[in-house]
């Protein structure tokens, strides 16, 4: 993927949270695109916040009200505990500072909404860090689909599943907003949004609970489709790896392996399966993490030239839909419960 030139001075981007996520994929996706420059980094902990920033280049911060007072800080990119999303971002946003925050933007679509009404009362860009949908592999299937390559699109099936975490894992932590659902489940339902549309209802889901850990730890939905078409939905960490996903039209099957987390290096292979012929595609390497940060950095430039964010409301409204789609599969499961030594 190419990254675009800046027209203007880099956005000075302010990291506040050293989760992994961020140290591993955003942060140097942060360096890499020139419309961004990382300005400082605040954590909890002075030492871890000191060494990630020695490596980056960049000035470390005592906590995180310090980073949010600076005024050579134009965005934050928040990476905190999933609990504490709508606290950081809401304070970020009320700050004037523009907010790219990891996903899911907050544990309940209350909180989401509430967040994305405070952006357009600041005039400022609110976007959730799910970084597959700017991967331009999703878009040339969406043509594909659209050119009628499958016929009509009947079922969509997709899966993010992974090995279990280790025991410190924040992801274990209910009280931190953990849990496989808002974790790995936000990706195949988004996918779902992104090729049957928001006007999606649950009708039906399993959630697997751990009672020792007193999370989910894996899960499975189904979701309808108002023109008919069917979603069926699988996650967890309790799995092999595996991340992929299945559209099956009226003419033709479509697969997708390594569909969430592709390395920026790897050629995406997607698969078309008629009754008595298969073919592959091989579309070019990207790097989402990257294209995430470009779109965010071409948002606050275009709000900071016309006053306006014109890609808020359609965000805003996939972004709504998602966190309400997580909330009705939380509240309508079926719980089963982990075996012991499982």
């Known amino acids: 993927m190419s990254t675009s030139t800046p027209s203007g001075p880099p956005l000075r981007v302010g990291v506040l949270g050293a989760s992994s996520v961020a140290v591993r994929r955003m942060l140097p996706a942060l360096r890499e695109v020139p419309d961004t420059v990382v300005t400082a980094i605040a954590s909890r902990e002075r030492e871890k916040a000191e060494r990630i920033a020695a490596d980056v280049g ?3 911060v005592h906590g995180y009200e310090r980073l949010l007072e600076r005024h050579d800080i134009d965005a ?8 504490r999303h709508y606290t950081w971002a809401n304070a970020a946003l009320e700050a004037g500072k523009h907010v790219l925050s990891e996903k899911p ?3 309940g679509s209350a909180d989401t909404g509430a967040l994305a009404r405070v952006a357009v009362e600041r005039g400022l860009v609110l976007r959730e860090n799910l970084a597959f949908v ?4 999703h878009r040339r299937v969406a043509e594909l689909v659209a050119q009628g390559r499958l016929g009509e699109l009947r079922h969509v099936d997709a899966a993010f599943c992974f090995p279990p975490l280790p025991a410190h894992d924040v992801r274990y ?4 907003g953990g849990g496989a659902l808002l974790d790995a489940g936000i990706y195949p339902v988004r996918l779902a949004q992104y090729f049957l549309g928001d006007d999606l209802t649950v009708a039906g889901a399993v959630l697997h609970d751990d009672p020792a850990l007193g999370v989910d730890v894996a899960g499975s939905a189904v979701l309808a489709a108002s023109a008919g078409q069917i979603a069926t939905v699988n996650f967890g960490f309790v799995h092999t790896y595996g991340s992929r996903y299945t559209l099956w039209g009226s003419q033709a099957r479509l697969t997708v392996d390594r569909a969430f ?12 399966e008629e009754q008595d012929h298969a073919e592959e595609l091989v579309l070019p390497a990207e790097h989402q993490f990257a294209g995430s940060v470009t779109a965010f950095a071409a948002a606050v430039r275009e709000t900071a030239a016309t006053g306006v964010d014109s890609g808020h409301a359609a965000w805003a409204a996939t972004t709504v839909r998602t966190a309400e789609l997580l909330d009705d599969i939380h509240r309508s499961a079926v719980r089963v419960t ?3 030594g499982s």
Do not use: D, F, Q
């Open 58 to 60: 960049c000035e470390a």
């Open 76 to 83: 934050v990119y928040v990476s905190v505990p999933n609990s």
């Open 105 to 107: 933007l907050t544990t």
């Open 134 to 137: 700017h991967h331009g592999l």
């Open 173 to 176: 932590r209910p009280e931190l």
């Open 261 to 272: 987390t592709p390395p920026a290096t790897m050629a995406p292979v997607v698969r078309i």
């Open 338 to 340: 982990a075996a012991e």
